[in-house]
């Protein structure tokens, strides 16, 4: 029997049976709640009845991420001792059919999800939360590596400078999050390097979800004059690093005066069009931009904003501090949920499991935005990786849908805040030692032969 989104009545029995036989994960509650509900429905795929359904096919891919052990057996075995537990019938503990129903999920059905998670939360948030009541956007780029396999290599290879069996797969991943809330609005995935896989280029993929009155902030690797140029046309604004900022002097004589080391100046466009440009495009282009340019804080900075009175370099320099907020969002990503090595071995597996990741990433920062509304407090004032704690907690719970508790879970996240510590510096160096083994410079099968014939290396000293 096949399930379509043509009966919406149907729909909403056949999801609320599968939240009803499966409390293997409080993920299932939140994707199933009104925020989510008809958004979802909407993007089930015809499917048959099975044991491993999109929505909780979905739900169980999203524990993974929020899991230390991100094992698909470790998922599995949690669903069947879930269904012992409730007195279901008991499923085998294969992990063949849970890895086929994930890759039967609509990778559009996860990002879309993600996408629309991000914007309700955005939608929620109070004009005390922004910036002088406009919605401020911050842009960054990151890698990941994911498993050796041969296709992933041939989709993401690996850096040129490894030497073949001995690197990993790696991508480009840029985003866009919100500034209050944290909440992730959009992102776009492509190789590491060659033609479109810079964080530039991935950037243009997204930039139309950028909407009139927003402020996207970002570093110096963004403000080119044909980006500048898209975004005033969108009717964005603009605050960065100026380009180059860190290896060319600016001249603050030149242009329009507007304070100490602070001017309008006129940028023209650039006379060669780029390669990824078509001529329709470049000669559509303005023939020359306005730009503010100030110095603060040891940067030089670039921004649209042009009037000093409705945005004060002072303003603007405490604003730009801010940007530091989406380098500890990647953080969190990487490093506190485990995004920074991936585990699919295709690329289409590899596309579901960032978006995943994204996903369970949002589904945090829903309850954290709760959480800071019932403590009436900023959404970044709360510690990421104690909701990321007391959420996996929860969803060891055999129900975890009573609303008067998950109130209570928010007043739990709220009571750990992020120290402030403005200007803070930390050095990039490792003070643990690793394990005293060489490195892997030869293929795994050459390695294996070497030991066969001459034993284990030393132990390094």
């Known amino acids: 029997m096949y399930h379509t989104t043509s009966s919406v009545s149907g729909q909403q029995r056949f999801i609320q049976s599968q939240r ?47 899991s230390a052990d991100r094992s698909c057996q470790h ?50 948030l109070p004009d005390e939360w922004r910036w002088h009541g406009r919605r401020v956007r911050l842009v960054d780029g990151t890698t990941v590596t994911m498993p050796d396999t041969a296709e992933n290599q041939a989709v993401y290879p690996q850096q040129r400078t490894q030497k073949e069996g001995l690197g990993f797969p790696i991508c480009r991943l840029v985003g866009i999050t919100c500034l209050a809330s944290g909440a992730l609005l959009n992102a776009a995935v492509g190789r590491f390097s060659g033609k479109g896989g810079n964080e530039q280029a991935l950037l243009r993929s997204i930039q139309e979800m950028l909407e009139a009155g927003d402020i996207l902030m970002g570093d110096a690797f963004f403000p080119t004059f044909f980006f500048i140029a898209a975004m005033l046309a969108q009717g964005v604004d ?16 030149r242009g329009k005066r507007l304070g100490q080391r602070d001017h309008l100046i006129t940028l023209p466009k650039p006379r060669i069009k780029p390669d990824w440009m078509s001529e329709t495009d470049y000669v559509a282009a303005p023939e020359s931009i306005t730009v503010r340019e100030f110095k603060a804080g040891g940067k030089t900075m670039v921004t649209t904003m042009l009037c000093p009175k409705s945005a004060s370099k002072s303003e603007l320099k405490a604003l730009y501090k801010q940007r530091w907020s989406v380098e500890l969002d990647i953080r969190h990503i990487k ?31 829903l309850l954290m935005v709760q959480a800071a509304f019932s403590a009436d407090i900023m959404p970044r004032e709360i510690s990421f990786k104690h909701c990321l704690q007391l959420c996996v907690i929860w969803c060891q719970k055999p129900d975890s849908s009573d609303d008067e508790q998950l109130y209570v879970l928010c007043t739990l996240m709220a009571q750990r805040r992020v120290g402030n510590r403005p200007g803070r510096i930390e050095p990039r160096v490792v003070k643990r030692r690793s394990k005293p083994y060489p490195l892997l410079t030869v293929t795994r099968d050459k390695a294996r032969e070497n030991v066969r014939k001459f034993g284990h290396p030393k132990k390094l000293k």
């Open 20 to 66: 009803n036989e499966s409390d293997c994960l409080s993920a299932f509650n939140l994707l199933t709640s009104d925020i989510l509900f008809d958004e979802l429905e909407k993007s089930l795929p015809k499917h048959r009845e099975r044991l491993f359904p999109p929505t909780e096919t979905l739900a169980m891919f999203v524990a993974q991420a929020l």
């Open 75 to 124: 998922v599995v075995n949690q669903a069947a001792v879930q269904r012992l537990v409730t007195g279901l019938p008991i499923c085998s503990t294969n992990t063949g059919g849970y890895c086929q129903a994930r890759q039967r999920l609509p990778l559009e059905m996860v990002s879309g999800l993600t996408r629309y998670l991000g914007h309700q939360i955005d939608q929620q």
């Open 238 to 253: 603009i605050l960065m690093e100026q380009q180059g900022a860190r290896k060319r002097v600016t001249d603050f004589r």
């Open 335 to 365: 490093e506190t949920m485990g995004m920074n090595i991936l585990s699919c071995k295709t690329p289409d597996m590899i596309h579901k499991e960032i978006w995943v990741y994204l996903l369970a990433y949002n589904l945090i920062r």
